[in-house]
């Protein structure tokens, strides 16, 4: 597992060569590049985010796993905010 920010795909943007996607960050919806995934996630699935770019998809325990490595290295979830989805 790389270690990136975790987000939920929310829905894929039709058109730019469909790569962009809109995922769910800590209660903010953002535009994300998914074109390094071997295929297009479906709205619900979890990622994880590095430079604005999905790089690896996971799952719940895994985007609990990420950021709880961000934690670690100083970024207190009170700063993130809570997981999307019913995460802590």
Do not use: S, Y
């Not at 975790?6 to 800590?26: S, T």
């Not at 998809?57 to 796993?65: F, P, Q, V, Y």
């Not at 950021?67 to 670690?72: A, T, V």
């Amino acid at each position: 597992m790389c270690l990136g920010i975790p987000g939920r795909v929310v829905e894929l943007v039709p058109g730019f060569g469909d790569q962009l996607a809109v995922v769910e960050v800590a209660g903010a919806a953002r535009k994300v590049n998914i074109g390094l995934l071997d295929q297009a996630p479906p709205p619900g699935q979890w990622v994880l985010i590095h430079m604005g770019f999905a790089v690896e998809l996971t799952d719940a325990a895994g985007a609990e796993r990420a950021m709880n490595g961000l934690e670690l290295m100083g970024r207190a979830r009170d700063d993130a905010g809570p997981l999307p989805g019913g995460g802590p």
